[in-house]
């Protein structure tokens, strides 16, 4: 059983045991750790370096670190990840979102006015996180989720409750446009893009805890792109745009695809890594 300690005592515990075990974020791992069982945040932290934590919670923290350290992230640990500033529940059929893809909402703010109403298509959703992002900026907007997971559909359900956009955030399950109709002033994926063959060299974390399905991309990683370019000319509005995630070395080979299927190509996006991450498309003359 672990004894009471403080709280300037066991962030320090944390820090350093995290450290050592070479994760990038020690501090901010330390702090969830403490947020999730003590509920306690950084400014408590702070203002009370000597507040005594009971020993149960000690030990679920201890419990934790002990998990952590065998590898499993923290979001897994929890069930929940910060995205574009809001809580997404998280599940064994959704991956863990990461900070890139926020480059997609970051995008749309700057392509479409606030105000603007219309309509939002988000394939290969998981846990909603980039459709209900848009949705909490977009106020006037509507949008619809697609996912082939139906765990994953679960999960964005929870979180369009979760952030308030419930009344606004449709889920169905389903391949790609397969049970899609109507048109849409935005569309967005992050699909998957990882060639099969290239799976089992990730890191454990990817590896181990994010679904295969929302990894392989097929032999070449391009599989879900050319399926989705395939068709989108039928469900984009004539003045909309599409924003798609690609990976770091896939500039060439997704701008190929782009041209080959007769759409046009509006830029390409860098990420705070100075990576190409996001292709964006329109329907335009090429
Ligand atoms: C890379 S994940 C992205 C999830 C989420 N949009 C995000 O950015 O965190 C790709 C998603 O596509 C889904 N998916 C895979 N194949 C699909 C298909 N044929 N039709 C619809 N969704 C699919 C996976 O289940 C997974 O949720």
């Known amino acids: 059983m672990a004894e009471s300690i403080t ?3 066991l962030y320090k515990n944390l820090k350093l045991a995290l450290r050592n075990y070479q994760t990038d974020t020690p501090e901010l791992e330390a702090r969830i750790m403490i947020e999730e069982r003590a509920k306690l945040g950084w400014s408590d932290i702070v ?3 000597d507040k005594v934590i009971a020993s149960d919670i000690h030990a679920q923290i201890l419990h934790d670190l002990d998990v952590r350290l065998q590898g499993r992230p923290l979001s897994r640990i929890y069930g929940i990840r910060e995205f574009w500033g809001l809580p997404f529940v998280i599940n064994d059929e959704t991956l863990d979102p990461r900070p890139d893809t926020e480059l997609i909402v970051e995008l749309a703010l700057q392509r479409l006015d606030k105000s603007t109403g219309g309509h939002i298509l988000d394939l290969g959703t998981g846990s909603g996180c980039i459709l209900i992002s848009l949705l909490h900026e977009f106020q006037n907007m509507d ?5 082939l997971s139906p765990k994953a559909i ?3 359900l929870q979180n369009a409750e979760r952030n308030n956009c419930k009344n ?3 889920f169905i ?3 790609w446009f397969e049970s899609v109709t109507g048109k849409f002033d935005l569309i967005v994926s992050n699909p998957p893009y990882i060639a099969n063959h290239v799976i089992p060299t990730l890191s454990t974390d990817v590896r181990e805890f994010d679904p295969i399905l929302a990894l392989d991309g097929g032999d070449d990683g391009l599989q879900p792109y050319k399926i989705i370019f395939s068709q989108i000319k039928n469900f984009l509005s004539p003045n909309g745009i599409a924003l798609f995630e690609i990976g770091y070395d896939q500039k060439d080979d997704v701008t190929r695809l782009v041209e080959d299927s007769g759409l046009a190509l509006r830029g390409v996006h860098i990420d705070w890594a100075g990576n190409p991450r996001v292709v964006e498309i329109s329907c335009g003359d090429k």
Do not use: I, K, M, T
């Open 7 to 9: 709280l300037a005592q």
């Open 47 to 49: 203002a009370y370096p």
């Open 143 to 147: 949008g619809l989720g697609v996912d």
């Open 154 to 156: 679960e999960a964005a």
């Open 168 to 170: 606004r955030a449709r």
């Open 173 to 175: 399950c389903g391949s």
